[in-house]
């Protein structure tokens, strides 16, 4: 007899097997439910760690996001954001978006591989006018071709873009039939022919091509141009023709005026051939240095004979001249110095050679053929003096201050595991029950945060420093497994000085107070390797870097797992690294339309910053 089942004290009749497998059913479903609808839906976006990871701690809380998490199976499917243009380069792709301040990219991008960077600023033109049709020597085309790469690489380097303008776009513009009956002759003729290939272009900034931005980069004024709106057609008190900003219709009116004005003829420049109230005239200009003539004469008069009506060496010693001011400039800006960043400092002295040795380089006197002058714009400056090079320090963490200049090394954590382990194996249990998570980020951010915070909101600080209109004009990021970027110049706006550094080896050594510090290549703080060591260190990156390329399915496992325990650390690498990529694209990108005009004016000529350069010595 089969046994009665009582629920309650009351006798439940015998449930055959059907209604029992679909009472099951119905408990399992409502359980699936129950389970779905009261997870916290505050699951971190990014990859599936739940193999790997055993604390929830350092699973990042985000708020504010659009999409929650993509763990959650409730969250409708949506599509990642569109493929923008020119947004890969190699390994690295990026989403530009103003949600970029988002600790990991892929709560927005839904890709691992895409880093979330902040929009691209805006450049606004900056034109300048070189009549590359003039018959010239070669050694006078040589001098203008660096007078010119030094205006682009400064206004690059400060926000604009920087275009030469020359006869071809006067001669298309409609009133160059009006101007052509005027025959004019000499600097009027010229200044015309300026002002109708400005007039094609449009708003924007018409600059002399000796006219350089020599200031903070949040100086007002350049805040105001930058910002690429020009209500009034400006011109600078005292300054001539250095620069004009202004409307395309304010132009426009500018130059019909100047056609119309039946003295034309016997005025001396444009400025004087239109009516006075044409132009607002701004009288805040001081970051403005304009090196014409009459400056030189007035402010350098022991080079001025050198450099005025001296051809060409004048004007290659004019250039010599404004690549100096324009870098100790930068040494004034920065005169709390350069921090070459270490964290984790035992094993990282290799890691971080080439970004002290970029330093050293910038921390240098450059070389002027007036050395202690200053820029005519900043008669208080601070002249770079051999004796009181720039300070390089090496400190483990980040610090957010006006005058000290940033160079990050941001290793993989791959890498990071190498050099901190000081071994050549890396395991999953190693991984597991040994490395510490983000070792990197949060020792770097340490003095911004302290210790005990997730990784997300260090996330936010590192972006901040590498990406944010403020950080990247205090800081370069590079990745350790990269080799330099090539076209530091246009970073910093000046030509590096890449002469060896002078370690004393050479020079016989004078004792006595007189001799002079120079810039040192150990680095002083935090433990310095032993010669072993630091031979062990570069087997140990290039390891690392061999690893990156490996195809091999063990390797990248290892590499997957320890880019999951170490998601804020492979978040910030993946971040410097596609920041660095899209710089150089765009850079390149407008290389390569601007080669077309002005006779290819103001190239840079077969040069670049090669690896070996930086280890030649
Ligand atoms: C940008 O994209 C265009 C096509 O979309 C391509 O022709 C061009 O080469 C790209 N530029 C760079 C610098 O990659
Ligand atoms: C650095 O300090 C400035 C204010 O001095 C602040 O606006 C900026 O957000 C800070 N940047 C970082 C990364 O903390
Ligand atoms: C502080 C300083 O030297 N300002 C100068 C900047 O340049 C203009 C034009 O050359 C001078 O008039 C200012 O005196």
Redesign the pocket.
């Known amino acids: 007899m089969p046994v009665q089942r009582r629920l309650f004290g009351r006798p439940i009749p015998p449930i055959s097997p059907r209604r029992m497998a679909a009472l099951l059913g119905t408990i399992a479903i409502f359980a699936v439910f129950t389970l779905v609808f009261t997870l916290p839906n505050s699951i971190s976006p990014g990859p599936s760690l739940s193999r790997f990871t055993d604390h929830k701690i350092s699973i990042p809380k985000l708020k504010n996001l659009p999409s929650p998490s993509i763990l959650n199976p409730f969250r409708a499917a949506a599509h990642p954001p569109p493929v923008q243009k020119n947004s890969t380069d190699g390994d690295s792709s990026w989403y530009s978006d103003w949600t970029w301040l988002s600790p990991f990219s892929s709560s927005v991008t839904l890709d691992e591989d895409r880093s979330l960077l902040p929009p691209l600023a805006e450049r606004p033109p900056i034109y300048t006018y070189y009549d590359h049709t003039i018959q010239r020597e070669h050694d006078m085309k040589e001098a203008h071709n660096a007078v010119l790469l030094t205006w682009r690489r400064a206004w690059w380097a400060q926000g604009f873009k920087p275009v030469i303008l020359g006869p071809a776009e006067a001669m298309s513009n409609p009133l160059y039939t009006e101007l052509q009956v005027k025959r004019l002759e000499g600097t009027l003729h010229t200044e015309l022919l300026m002002w109708l290939a400005w007039e094609k272009m449009g708003t924007g900034l018409l600059c002399h091509y000796l006219t350089f931005p020599m200031g903070l980069h949040e100086d007002p004024l350049l805040v105001h141009l930058r910002h690429g709106e020009y209500p009034h057609l400006t011109r600078f008190d005292k300054l001539g023709n250095a620069m004009f900003t202004g409307s395309k219709a304010d132009i426009t009116v500018a130059v019909t005026k100047a056609l119309e004005n039946p003295e034309l003829k016997a005025a001396k420049n444009f400025i004087s051939a239109v009516p006075a109230d044409t132009f607002k005239v701004d009288t805040k200009h001081g970051a403005l240095a304009f090196y014409d003539d009459n400056i030189i004469k007035d402010k350098y008069p022991k080079i001025a004979k050198d450099i005025v009506g001296n051809g060409a060496k004048g004007l290659q010693l004019l250039n010599e001249l404004v690549v100096s001011h324009l870098h100790s400039t930068w040494q004034n800006i920065f005169d709390e110095g350069i921090s070459v960043l270490k964290p984790k400092p035992d094993h990282m002295t290799h890691a971080v050679g080439p970004a002290h040795k970029l330093a050293t380089f910038l921390a240098q006197c450059p070389t002027s053929p007036l050395p202690s002058s200053c820029p005519p714009n900043r008669s208080r400056c601070k002249p770079c003096v051999a004796a009181t090079p720039l300070k390089i320090s090496t400190p483990a963490t980040?610090r957010?201050?006006?005058g000290l200049y940033t160079i990050g090394t941001v290793p993989h954590p791959y890498t990071m595991a190498l050099l901190t382990s000081f071994k050549d194996e890396i395991d999953i249990p190693w991984i597991r029950w040994e490395s510490e998570r983000d070792l990197w980020i949060t020792s770097l951010t340490s003095l911004?945060m302290g210790t005990g915070m997730s990784g997300a909101p260090r996330l936010v600080?590192?972006?901040?420093?590498v990406a944010?209109e403020?950080?990247r004009s205090r800081s370069l990021w590079i990745t350790a497994e990269d080799d330099m970027p090539e076209d530091l110049d246009w970073h910093f706006g000046f030509t590096i000085p890449q002469t060896a550094i002078d370690t004393g080896k050479s020079e016989t050594p004078v004792p006595g107070p007189e001799r002079r510090p120079k810039p040192k290549l150990d680095i002083k703080d935090g433990p310095v390797p032993t010669e072993d060591d630091l031979k062990r260190e570069e087997e140990l990156l290039e390891q690392a870097k061999e690893f990156e390329k490996s195809s091999r399915k063990a390797g990248k496992k290892i590499r997957r797992s320890i880019e999951a325990w170490n998601l804020a650390d492979t978040e910030a690498w993946k971040f410097a690294r596609a920041f660095l990529a899209r710089n150089r694209i765009e850079r390149k990108k407008w290389e390569d339309e601007e080669e077309h005009y002005a006779g290819g004016a103001g190239a840079e000529r077969g040069k670049g910053w090669g690896l070996g350069r930086w280890f030649d010595d």
């Not at 600080?461 to 420093?465: M, V, Y």
């Open positions: 980040y957010n201050t006006s911004l600080k590192f972006k901040e420093a944010s403020l950080g």
